[in-house]
T-cell receptor, first 116, second 114 residues
């Protein structure tokens, strides 16, 4: 158990809908990362937040957005869902107390999204 | 571009044999290289990592080597056991020093046959 929690574990929805995935980082971790894992694209970085502020962005679609709240939990919002958005979505966290980029990222168990 | 190449994509070994997985990266500024193990239905779990100020790191049966000049790094598992069977991912950190963007390899499915 990494200490990172994600809800829900599974999500089934229809095309065009909007969903929210939630992540609670390890106690004390300030940075939260979101990754998407699909069969054809592998594990891809979406976005990073540090203490409530966006720090880095990957190839995240405009239909996707995220935020980190004052209690440090994070939410990933996916809207106008398409069949191709079906994937595993992972959240990771790291301490980032020093500002360095070489801290270990601990992954949560993921949310499996199926768009029908 | 931001790229990590990982080989082989599948690897089958007999229990007790060694397994080696290799990765190459493209950004010479990358300075952190973790390896993750992912079991079915679970999230990636860090098994070992190496920073660019060292060339080798070992943890029991697992070792990682880094060649910064050639921009490649490798995972070595000795005395493999059936419970080592999983998908292994290498990764490299990309971006500025303030970010933690990990770029992952395509993964290696390791099967250890009893």
């Amino acid at each position: 158990d990494s200490g990172v929690t994600q809800t829900p574990k599974h999500l089934i929805t229809a095309t065009g809908q909007r969903v929210t995935l939630r992540c609670s980082p390890r106690s004390g971790d300030l940075s939260v990362y979101w990754y998407q894992q699909s069969l054809d694209q592998g594990l891809q970085f979406l976005i990073q937040y540090y203490n409530g502020e966006e720090r880095a962005k990957g190839n995240i679609l405009e239909r996707f957005s995220a935020q980190q709240f004052p209690d440090l939990h994070s939410e990933l919002n996916l809207s106008s869902l398409e069949l191709g958005d079906s994937a595993l979505y992972f959240c990771a966290s790291s301490p980032r107390t020093s500002g360095r980029s070489t801290e270990t990222q601990y992954f949560g168990p993921g949310t499996r999204l199926l768009v029908l | 571009g931001e790229n990590v190449e990982q080989h082989p994509s599948t690897l089958s070994v007999q229990e007790g044999d060694s397994a080696v997985i290799k990765c190459t990266y493209s950004d010479s500024a990358s300075n952190y290289f973790p390896w993750y193990k992912q079991e079915l239905g679970k999230g990636p779990q860090l098994i070992i990592d190496i920073r660019s100020n060292v060339g080798e790191k070992k943890d029991q049966r697992i070792a990682v080597t880094l060649n910064k000049t050639a921009k490649h790094f490798s995972l070595h598992i000795t005395e493999t056991q059936p419970e080592d069977s999983a998908v292994y991912f290498c990764a490299a950190i990309y971006g500025s020093s303030n970010t933690g963007k990990l770029i992952f390899g395509q993964g290696t499915t390791l099967q250890v046959k009893p």
